[in-house]
């Protein structure tokens, strides 16, 4: 599975998406974004290394370099086209919420649980 851009078979606007994360770390920092292989990464590590790999790749490639260089080397797998899915599984979680709808980006509500008690 490729990363794309949007429109380009996704449904998901990865600048939408690359911003969604930006956001999420400035304001929830420690929170778990996604687990690679069992290992937790968050928005705010996710968005500091999108950050610093910047303007040196398109989008499409962007947050998947981002997510392989945050996995832990001993943590990927024995074969490239196994790492590809497991970073694209994680690619289509963080952009579960975000839609490409009429060639607009929209970014869908995401579901609020109430504190128990």
Do not use: N
């Not at 956001?23 to 610093?52: C, D, N, Q, S």
């Not at 303007?55 to 499409?60: I, L, R």
């Not at 962007?62 to 943590?75: E, G, R």
């Amino acid at each position: 599975m490729m990363l794309l851009a949007r429109g380009e078979g996704t449904g998901m606007d990865m600048d939408a998406l690359l911003a969604d994360i930006e956001y999420r770390g400035l304001m929830t920092p420690r929170m778990v974004a996604v687990r690679l292989a069992g290992h937790p990464i968050t928005y705010g590590a996710l968005a500091e290394r999108v950050a610093e790999i910047g303007e040196q790749v398109d989008a499409s490639a962007l947050l998947y370099t981002a997510l392989m260089s945050l996995l832990p080397y001993d943590l990927r797998t024995v074969s490239p086209a196994e790492d590809m899915r497991v970073i694209s599984g994680a690619i289509a979680w963080l952009g579960r919420h975000v839609e490409a709808e009429a060639g607009a980006e929209q970014i869908a509500p995401v579901r609020r649980l109430r504190p128990a008690g």
